[in-house]
């Protein structure tokens, strides 16, 4: 991956935890796929939108990621 494409990640990213914490949830998740785009077996980023996805109710979407998450982590 190229430095310009990490930090594009790196700053997707950052928007999708900034959002998070103000509650915009859904503004939030279009910034985690955005990053997932970019660099698709990043766990951090399968865990932090299973965790937003959690706060908005929808458990089996959020089980799902952080299952990813889990798997990616491990080196599966």
Do not use: N
Request: a negative charge.
């Amino acid at each position: 991956m190229e430095l310009v494409q990490i930090q594009r990640e790196r700053d997707c990213i950052e928007h999708g935890d900034l959002r998070d914490s103000d509650g915009q949830y859904e503004k939030a998740l279009k910034a985690y796929d955005s990053a997932l785009r970019i660099d698709p077996s990043d766990a951090d980023v399968w865990f932090d939108k299973g965790l937003t996805l959690k706060k908005m109710g929808r458990s089996q979407e959020s089980e799902r990621c952080i299952e990813t998450a889990i798997d990616l982590y491990c080196g599966r």
